[in-house]
């Protein structure tokens, strides 16, 4: 028995054939949906400071629908996570990659998709809180070494003892104060604060950013291995994917390098900072946007033993780089990935039209992937 897939009313939504987003913003934030009709919905401010989603064209050829976050349900049912999930996204003031992984963890930690993803949420937290407080104490370091003179001290600080690192920190604390002619109270606070938003990039060791980078460098290959030896559309959909993995190590490589840079000098960065904090922000945001969608999409890899149906569903979560990501640069990247067109399927009662499997089977495997990617 077969079906047509249902599409929600004209009032709810509004289909794009053509989707080229400028800037990262405008491409919106993935959402970690369990729903299978929202696989790679981007969430972004929309008319009236409301936010709207963009859904893939279910249909499986080009284009998006772009859906009121208010209308949400009018579109398709949603499981008990996403109504909760939905909720939070629609009152939300600012859309980025760091606000939605909060809140994805925090909605994810009430048990609603699973009691896997809420043990993954609750590692996540505890991992981002260990990586704050290495990033505060590699800052101190940092700051000590740039604030002492030359042979004051025998022992490195990252070697001293703990009392003495603590009397060389505060002093290089109230050193930095004078120099910045602010009091040693906000010097400590700023720290916090640089620490709080270098967690993802890390300062003198590696963080979630580069472990995500990583990753994605090793679907990459795996794919590449794959594709040589499958011809016809999988080659066609690994080339797309390929490509569009390749362009995004390169920039984020690039971006978290200018990242990390930022913290080899403190005065500069302290005094930027309490200036005006956004250009740092910016800085170090700029990896989170960029491999924003690719951990779905790599868990997507390992999640679906069939490589033939997890490449098309892949090829079709590719992110689109905006021409933003040039003013990122020193160079243009002249790239835009575009998106492949499915096939034309039957799609069978109660099964999702990309893959035959059954919705019920595809939330379950949705929630796996939510496990991984928080």
């Known amino acids: 028995m077969s079906i047509t897939v249902q599409t929600a009313p004209a009032s709810a939504t509004k289909r794009v054939e053509s989707f080229l987003p400028a800037t990262f913003l405008e491409r919106g934030v993935a959402v970690p949906f369990t729903t299978p009709q929202l696989n790679g919905a981007r969430a972004r401010p929309g008319e009236r400071r409301s936010l709207e989603l963009i859904i893939p064209n279910l249909s499986g050829g080009r284009g998006v629908y772009i859906v009121a976050m208010s209308q949400i349900t009018d579109f398709c049912p949603l499981t008990i996570n996403d109504r909760r999930l939905a909720d939070a996204v ?51 370091i940092n700051l000590v070494r740039q604030t002492e003179p030359k042979d004051e001290e025998p022992v490195q600080p990252e070697k001293a003892r703990p009392l003495d690192l603590e009397y060389r920190g505060k002093r290089a604390v109230r050193r930095m104060a004078g120099r910045l002619r602010r009091p040693p109270d906000t010097i400590a606070a700023a720290l916090e604060q640089l620490a709080e938003v270098f967690k993802g990039v890390g300062v003198r060791c590696n963080a979630r950013v580069h472990r995500e980078l990583e990753t994605l460098k090793c679907v990459r290959q795996d794919i590449a291995k794959y594709s040589q030896n499958t011809p016809g559309t999988n080659a066609s959909q690994a080339q797309v994917i390929m490509a569009s993995a390749d362009l995004t190590i390169m920039l984020v490589t690039g971006a978290l390098a200018d990242a990390r840079a930022l913290a080899d000098n403190i005065r500069m960065l302290l005094e930027n900072w ?29 999640a679906v033993p069939n490589r033939e149906e997890t490449l098309a569903e892949m090829a079709a979560l590719v992110p689109v780089i905006p021409r933003e990501a040039d003013a990122w640069l020193s160079y243009r990247t002249d790239h835009m990935i575009d998106v492949p067109q499915y096939r034309s399927t039957v799609v069978r009662q109660f099964e999702d039209w990309r893959t035959g499997v059954t919705v019920a089977d595809l939330i379950s495997r949705n929630e796996s992937l939510l496990e991984r990617s928080l």
Request: hydrophobic letters at 45%; charged letters at 25%.
């Open 90 to 140: 629609a009152n939300l003031r600012g859309v980025t990659p760091e606000t939605i992984r909060h809140l994805a963890r925090e909605v994810a930690g009430e048990g609603l998709a699973g009691l896997g993803a809420a043990a993954a949420a609750a590692r996540a937290l505890q991992d981002d809180e260990v990586a704050r407080l290495r990033t505060n104490f590699d800052l101190l």
């Open 274 to 302: 309490l200036g005006d904090p956004t250009p740092t922000m910016q800085i170090l945001a700029r990896p989170d946007w960029l491999l924003d969608g690719w951990n779905r999409i790599c868990g997507l890899w390992d």
